[in-house]
């Protein structure tokens, strides 16, 4: 069997190679044929089979029109001269079905950066298209990357129609990064004939397009005609509105709110805007609809009751509530969490933390809600060990960089939340944000994105705000005892100093740290003059050792947490607690 695969991709490639210009006009993508092929394995194979799917289960299961379409189509452009295609392939990764088949050779080059090694295939093509197939069928997040160069070294190479194209094009050289979302890693050592070549960058997370070794996976909260997750954000004024989002299956097409001020019978309906989700390998839940609803013209410092369902399905949702901000509102508390990747044990906390505190305004988590931003079975295990908690007090979160995977986005996390869309113009929508709650200032920063195109608007927001108290919170904190983000220090640092940032509140190392007051990235004596940095930790953080911090204040390298933090206008009252409701760290700042 093996022989007649190998024969048959032979044929294949050779028909590809007679009909590029055919191929081309071709609409079908490798998308397009991994979506049949995985609809074709559910309705043909048992789910107690799929972890034993491989590239020869697979290459069996093919048609020769789905191979010839992952073997030219997963990258693809146009030469104008005739060209040497040099492919480097992680030296642990096997070759994909189709690179020797189709007339690359193996050569006994290296290629290096400060982590992996690349063994190097050659393939001249003649002016015209380059066809390349994908990287293969496991998850290897080294994908593979490619150099071009003229076979006649004196000719102008021109590169054009290339897909994917939004993946830069740079020159081959030491110091050459290849993967977008890992730009800090660089080459080291290639061959000198390659020196100079046009490089492609590419993203770790293209190894997800055509996936299929291991990664079925079951969500144990599957949708339902009945709504769940339902979830309260602030895209708009907290004291006039509130948005709210939830889930069903794909049986229920219609969604509304029904909403009332608490104590009254009037009843106003209000219709949601619905939208499909797609987790292609989500075996017992691919499909669901996800509905958001803006409600607006509520009235300040009022409770409201709601609940959510569908008129044509007759499902509705349990009655819940919601406070609006008052229009003096005085003191108030909210809770923020650092990294909390759909723990259990740290929704357990959540769920006692919204017990203890009833007065609680909001919820914020600095990044990293789950492991894999772009599995919804993690996203549905958020919600799921959440309970109800944020179905009555807002959730106002930001990425990290877990929450977008391996240069791909965090498209699922724009999904699942409907946040403030007034960041900076070069992020993306809902990233990064601003919003003011009673007399303070909150910047939710995406700290997974560009530093220097959010400086300006971060200036502007601080400059032009009138609020007492000023917070940011973004996911990777600028000071910790394993790797200080100077980037950030420098590029924000001034501006937190020259506009006083009261607190600014983080995670990703897994520990908990407060600092003592920080100005010019030096500690000084009083709040008056210098910033709080906090990093926490809501999944278990555990570390053997932490090197020493003498700007810290209090620090724990292991344990889970939360923030519970008190206002007025003269005083911030900062409580820390553990897993277990212990109050393990106290800070109160007067204005």
């Not at 066809?131 to 076979?151: A, K, W």
């Not at 979302?181 to 997800?208: H, N």
Request: charged share 25%; aromatic share 14%.
């Amino acid at each position: 069997m093996r022989r007649y695969l190998i024969l048959s991709a032979i044929f294949l490639c050779f028909s590809c190679s007679e009909t590029k210009k055919e191929e081309q006009q071709s609409q079908t993508s490798v998308k397009d044929v991994m979506d049949k092929v995985i609809t074709r394995l559910y309705e043909n194979v048992d789910p107690k089979d799929y972890d034993a799917i491989d590239d020869t289960f697979m290459l069996k299961f093919l048609t020769d029109s789905e191979k010839t379409t992952l073997a030219s189509r997963y990258q693809y452009f146009k030469v104008n001269v005739p060209v040497t295609v040099s492919l480097m392939r992680h030296l642990d990764h096997e070759a994909p079905f189709w690179l020797k088949e189709s007339g690359f050779v193996k050569t006994d080059e290296i290629v290096k950066n400060e982590v992996y090694d690349y063994e190097v295939w050659q393939k001249d093509f003649d002016a015209g298209w380059v066809n390349l197939g994908i990287p293969g069928f496991d998850m290897d997040r080294v994908v593979y990357f490619i150099s071009v160069g003229p076979r006649n070294g004196n000719e102008e190479l021109v590169i054009s129609e290339r897909y994917p194209e939004e993946y830069s094009l740079e020159i081959f050289k030491k110091g050459a990064f290849t993967y977008h979302d890992w730009s800090d890693l660089k080459i080291t050592a290639l061959p000198k004939e390659l020196e100079g070549q046009v490089l492609f960058t590419t993203v770790r997370g293209r190894a997800r397009e055509a996936h299929v070794e291991g990664a079925f996976r079951k969500t144990i909260f599957p949708s339902s005609k009945q709504p769940d997750q339902i979830t309260l954000t602030w895209s708009g004024d907290p004291s006039n509105s509130i948005d709210v989002q939830w889930r069903t299956n794909t049986n229920v097409e219609d969604g509304s709110v029904q909403y009332w001020k608490k104590n009254t019978s009037d009843t106003l309906s209000l219709k949601a805007s619905v939208a499909g989700m797609e987790d292609r390998m989500l075996f017992n839940d691919r499909y669901i609809n996800r509905f958001t609803a803006n409600m607006n013209n509520l009235e300040a410092g009022a409770t409201y009751e709601y609940r959510v369902g569908s008129v044509e399905a007759q499902s509705w949702s349990s009655v819940r509530n919601f406070k609006t901000e008052a229009k003096d509102a005085g003191e108030f508390s909210f809770i923020w969490f650092g990294d909390t990747h759909r723990d259990p044990k740290w929704a357990q906390m959540l769920n006692d933390a919204d017990l203890r505190h009833p007065k609680t305004a909001f919820y914020s988590i600095a990044g990293d809600i789950v492991t894999t931003g772009l599995y919804r079975s993690e996203w549905d295990m958020f919600f799921g060990y959440s309970k109800e908690v944020f179905s009555n007090k807002p959730l106002m979160p930001v990425p990290g960089n877990h929450d977008r995977q391996d240069g791909l986005g965090a498209w699922m996390y724009y999904e699942l939340f409907s946040l403030p869309k007034n960041g900076p113009e070069k992020v993306d929508p809902e990233s990064t944000y601003a919003f003011e709650y009673g007399n303070a200032l909150f910047l939710m920063i995406d700290s997974t994105q560009p530093n220097e195109v959010q400086t300006q608007w971060i200036e502007e927001q601080l400059k032009n705000s009138n609020a007492i108290w000023k917070f940011v919170m973004f996911h990777f904190p600028p000071f910790n005892f394993e790797e200080p983000y100077l980037d950030i220090q420098q590029e924000w640092g001034g501006l937190f100093d020259t506009y006083h940032v009261d607190m600014v509140m983080g995670g990703h190392i897994h520990y908990y740290m407060r600092s003592k007051p920080i100005n010019n990235g030096k500690v000084v004596d009083s709040f008056k003059d210098g910033t709080v940095y906090a990093v926490s930790i809501g999944t278990n953080g555990n570390h053997d050792d932490i090197g020493e911090e003498p700007y810290a204040e209090k620090r724990f390298k292991e344990g889970q947490f939360y923030q519970y933090m008190t206002l007025t206008d003269k005083t911030l009252k900062y409580t820390t607690y553990n897993q277990n409701g212990e109050i393990v760290d106290e800070l109160l700042i007067k204005k």
